[in-house]
């Protein structure tokens, strides 16, 4: 039996929302990572580094997704207007996840950056919005919404290569978490 027009645009919607709810959670991952780093540097309370790690999670999601917009030659105010639509839900989707998550986890909001029980909780946490925000991903994709929209302003249908995004962001929290058991010993 072969597979019918529907199981393939099935198979192919499911590929592109994975690699939306990728390509959103690394933003997110560096925003979050960028504002908790600062935050904690500057010696801030849990609250305004929080809010500072949301507002960098929202900047560089919507950042590494208006850049491909931009090397293809759609204007910078163009490509913020596109992305604003496309990833707006899926990185509130995530952030609200991500947040609940390190808020169950006692401990993990006050852990610090040399702390390992901060980078398991965010590990997970990250692994939780991910599959919060795909079904996200997904429906936006078959209204022709989301990542749909970026995709079709870049006038090609070739499938983005995920590998390099996972592999990151495993990579970063495994080397805060290195970092992290390190500084106990």
Same mark, same amino acid.
């Given at each position: 039996?072969?597979?019918?027009?529907?199981?393939?645009?099935?198979?192919?919607?499911? %590929?592109?929302?994975?690699?939306?709810t &990728?390509?959103? @959670?690394?933003?997110? +991952?560096?925003?979050?990572?960028? %504002?908790?780093?600062?935050?904690?540097?500057l010696?801030?309370?849990?609250?305004?580094?929080?809010?500072? /790690?949301i507002?960098?999670?929202?900047?560089?999601?919507?950042?590494?997704?208006?850049?491909?917009?931009?090397?293809?030659?759609?204007?910078?105010?163009? /490509?913020?207007?596109?992305?604003?639509?496309? =990833?707006?839900?899926?990185?509130a989707?995530?952030?609200?996840? =991500?947040?609940?998550?390190?808020?169950?986890?006692?401990?993990?909001? =006050?852990?610090?950056?040399?702390?390992?029980?901060?980078?398991?909780?965010? +590990?997970?946490? @990250?692994?939780? +919005?991910?599959?919060?925000? @795909?079904?996200?991903?997904?429906? &936006?994709l078959?209204? %022709?919404?989301?990542? /749909?929209?970026?995709?079709?302003?870049?006038?090609?249908?070739?499938?983005?290569?995920?590998?390099?995004?996972?592999?990151?962001?495993?990579?970063f929290? @495994?080397?805060?978490?290195?970092?992290?058991?390190?500084?106990?010993?």
């Amino acid at each position: 039996m072969g597979i019918t027009h529907a199981e393939h645009d099935h198979h192919d919607m499911s %590929g592109m929302a994975v690699g939306a709810t &990728l390509h959103c @959670l690394t933003g997110c +991952a560096i925003g979050e990572i960028v %504002g908790l780093m600062v935050g904690t540097a500057l010696g801030w309370a849990t609250l305004p580094t929080t809010a500072l /790690a949301i507002g960098l999670a929202f900047v560089f999601g919507y950042s590494l997704s208006a850049l491909p917009l931009v090397r293809g030659g759609i204007a910078l105010g163009s /490509a913020l207007s596109l992305v604003l639509a496309a =990833d707006t839900l899926s990185i509130a989707t995530m952030e609200v996840v =991500d947040n609940a998550v390190m808020l169950l986890v006692p401990g993990a909001m =006050d852990a610090g950056l040399t702390n390992p029980l901060f980078w398991v909780s965010m +590990a997970i946490a @990250l692994l939780v +919005a991910f599959f919060a925000a @795909l079904p996200v991903n997904r429906y &936006l994709l078959r209204r %022709g919404k989301g990542h /749909a929209i970026t995709h079709g302003a870049l006038g090609h249908g070739a499938p983005m290569d995920n590998r390099p995004l996972a592999f990151g962001i495993a990579g970063f929290l @495994l080397g805060g978490f290195a970092a992290a058991v390190g500084s106990l010993l």
